[in-house]
């Protein structure tokens, strides 16, 4: 099976009207086929589990699907890398990185954060360049370090989140401390008290958002 032909397929099911609400929600900052989640991922699977049996990342095909100027396209190859993690090595990141600084919003990058956190997982060489994108200028990068470790639950690494977390305190940009607020959030599930512990703490430098989502399980 010929994964480009994901894209005939999404764009056989093309729904024009579907696309308009779907760009809207996406306040318009990308054009649509009109196809639904749920039709992607009927799409998908046949494909994705051929080429599971590869074992090997078709990088070809995630450029042309980034290329491509319908958004479907850039979920396509974004779940397509979730799906295919397990094959990703560490010289994968800086091409993981360049898809996140292409056609940046939040609906790709928080698809590709987990993905890029199943390579730094037990990878502590890694852990500079992580650190470092948490105080890159671009706030997807920032984003992507502050929630890389979401649902690894008591496997996270808390001195690493700490340290994320502590380099984006005082931050005005919305999405950064939605993420800080999202961290935290999904780590109080596992360990309340520490994350209690942090908001006592920084509490003066956080963003009320941040504070509000930190809580809601507290």
């Known amino acids: 099976m010929n994964l480009l032909e994901i894209i005939d397929c999404l764009e056989a099911r093309a729904d024009n009207v579907r696309a308009l609400d779907m760009s809207k929600y996406?306040?318009?900052k990308f054009k649509f086929f009109g196809v639904g989640a749920s039709e992607r991922n009927e799409i998908w699977k046949p494909y994705f589990k051929e080429a599971k049996k590869t074992k090997k990342i078709d990088w070809d095909f995630i450029k042309i699907c980034f290329k491509h100027d319908?958004?479907?396209?850039?979920?396509?190859?974004?779940?397509y890398l979730k799906y295919m993690q397990r094959f990703l090595v560490e010289d994968d990141i800086p091409k993981l990185?360049?898809?996140?600084?292409?056609?940046?919003w939040w609906d790709t990058v928080d698809i590709l954060d987990k993905v890029i956190g199943?390579?730094?997982?037990n990878n502590k060489n890694l852990h500079p360049i992580i650190l470092e994108w948490s105080k890159d200028d671009n706030i997807w990068l920032?984003?992507?370090?502050?929630?890389?470790?979401?649902?690894?639950?008591?496997?996270?690494?808390?001195?690493?989140?700490?340290?994320?977390?502590?380099?984006?305190?005082?931050?005005k940009e919305f999405f950064v401390n939605k993420a800080i607020g999202w961290a935290l959030r999904?780590?109080?599930?596992?360990?309340?008290?520490?994350?209690?512990?942090?908001?006592?703490v920084h509490k003066e430098n956080m963003a009320s958002l941040s504070i509000r989502e930190a809580s809601k399980y507290l």
């Open 26 to 28: 996406m306040k318009n």
């Open 70 to 79: 319908k958004r479907e396209c850039q979920y396509t190859a974004a779940y």
């Open 97 to 104: 990185k360049e898809l996140v600084l292409t056609k940046s």
């Open 118 to 121: 199943s390579i730094i997982y």
């Open 142 to 171: 920032r984003r992507v370090a502050i929630d890389h470790q979401l649902l690894r639950k008591e496997n996270t690494d808390e001195q690493l989140l700490e340290k994320i977390l502590i380099n984006n305190l005082n931050h």
């Open 186 to 200: 999904d780590y109080s599930k596992t360990n309340p008290q520490w994350v209690r512990n942090f908001i006592e």
